[in-house]
């Protein structure tokens, strides 16, 4: 890490835990209690703008992703005073969630769902999980026969639609314990699979320009087709495996080799780029264990390595750090890949990663840790720092704290990842987990 003349040495984050500490110190200088319990600014800076318009309550920029963020972070210090910051969260997430507009995973009540269900779980009180239970019904209920013969919510297969509300069915019939909402998730799955094969459509991540075309995650054939590959995972049909296949094909077509690596598009993010298609070759492996598909996450790392990132701004990864769309979403990735496969550069490179966003961070006012950006790179003057999950700094500090648990053989600690990441929750090899202490 370069020399900040700004901080002094004493406000200098050195390790990712720390750093994700200042981020959570910056959270909560954005708190915002009512009778309700606790719900966090999305922007905090005097006339500050957030980058995008999403909910309150959302998992992509609001409490839901805050939520979880803290329960992290008191995993990863140890410390119970964080426990509270996400208690109070929780608290406002369950008063409130019937106030939710829409069903999405990002943006609607299915986030809510696995920030409730989660709190639940590690804050050990039933009422979080009643009110996650609750939320769950009514998204079941919401569920409408489409014109093309199957169900669903919005129509929209990608997983910024309907995919992202079965993603969240799925992990709500596994933490809640309710078979009835993955038979749900299973129908509204299968009308998807039905559809015809995965086509490009336009991007509508907000980071990249309306007329750009996507083979990307959140709005592309990559998300479609990781959630085929889950299916298949869940339940053997191999209709899901054979929809999940065409995707990959047209996505294997679209591929630039780079040298050891590939790339797709132009984009190396989560959202639309590499670090998102890397998810769904990996999901593929780890149903079929076909090596084939492990060696395209290879070298889907590899190009964003052999692009430059993040030392030199691009096309596909300009001046941004959140886990949406930057360096915090390739940290993920690269933890990820080392923790399925236990190859030490992939830990390497995400340390370098790591090292360079920490130096970015802004902190001179001692309160806390943010990161500038220009969500939007069509927008380049377009400037903000925010505390969410997808879009700032709760994201940010959770993809540290994911680093900062890799590694650990010693005292392994599971990892809160959202339904669409494939990778081991324990980020560890599993060599090294089956090595008898010393």
């Known amino acids: 890490m370069g ?34 319990g606790r719900r966090w600014r999305p922007n905090p800076d005097p006339y500050g703008r957030p980058a995008t318009a999403g909910g309150p309550a959302s998992l992509h920029s609001g409490a839901a992703g805050i939520v979880l963020f803290f329960l992290e972070l008191a ?6 005073a964080y426990l509270e910051d996400a208690r109070a969260g929780a608290r406002h997430l369950a008063a409130t969630w019937q106030e939710q507009a829409g069903t999405s995973l990002y943006h609607g009540l299915a986030g809510v769902v696995l920030a409730l269900a989660e709190a639940g779980w590690v804050l050990g009180e039933e009422r979080f999980e009643t009110a996650a239970l609750a939320a ?23 997983l910024r639609g309907d995919g992202g509300v079965v993603l969240g069915l799925l992990r709500a019939s596994a933490a809640l314990g309710v078979p009835a909402y993955e038979e749900v998730a299973l129908e509204a799955g299968r009308r998807i699979a039905r559809l015809s094969a995965p086509r490009e459509r336009p991007a509508r991540c907000p980071a990249l320009p309306a007329e750009a075309a996507s083979p990307g995650f959140l709005s592309g054939i990559a998300g479609t087709s990781f959630l085929l590959a889950r299916l298949y995972g869940a339940t053997g049909e191999e209709a899901f495996l054979d929809a999940a296949r065409r ?22 993010g989560f959202c639309s780029g590499s670090a998102g298609i890397a998810r769904m070759f990996y999901e593929l492996y780890r149903v079929t264990g076909d090596r084939g598909d492990l060696e395209w996450v290879r070298r889907l790392a590899w190009g964003v390595r ?53 130096g970015r961070a802004t902190g001179y006012d001692g309160r806390g840790y943010r990161w500038y950006q220009a969500y939007r790179r069509h927008r380049p003057g377009e400037v903000s720092a925010d505390t969410g999950y997808l879009t700032g700094a709760a994201g940010i500090g959770a993809a540290l704290l994911h680093l900062d648990a890799a590694g650990q ?4 600690r599971r990892v809160i990842l ?21």
């Open 418 to 438: 959202l339904p669409d990441n494939p990778f081991p929750p324990i980020p560890v090899p599993a060599v090294a987990l089956r090595r008898p202490a010393t």
């Open 409 to 412: 053989a010693d005292r392994p």
């Open 306 to 358: 052999e692009c430059g990132a993040p030392f030199r701004q691009t096309a596909g990864l300009w001046n941004v750090a959140c886990q949406c769309c930057g360096t915090a979403g390739l940290i993920e990735l690269y933890v990820g890949l080392w923790a399925a496969t236990g190859e030490q550069e992939h830990l390497e490179f995400a340390r370098r990663l790591a090292d360079h966003l920490i």
């Open 75 to 80: 995993a990863g210090t140890g410390h119970e």
């Open 247 to 268: 995707g990959a094909g047209l996505i294997r077509a679209a591929g630039v080799v780079t040298g050891r690596g590939v790339v797709v598009g132009d984009h190396l």
């Open 136 to 158: 769950a019904d009514r998204i079941v209920r919401g569920a409408r026969a489409l014109g093309d013969g199957g169900i669903g919510w919005s129509g929209d297969p990608s």
């Open 3 to 36: 020399l900040d003349p700004i901080r002094s040495w004493g406000e200098r984050a050195e390790t990712p835990l720390t750093a994700a500490i200042m981020a959570g110190r910056w959270i909560r200088a954005a708190a915002v209690d009512d009778e309700h």
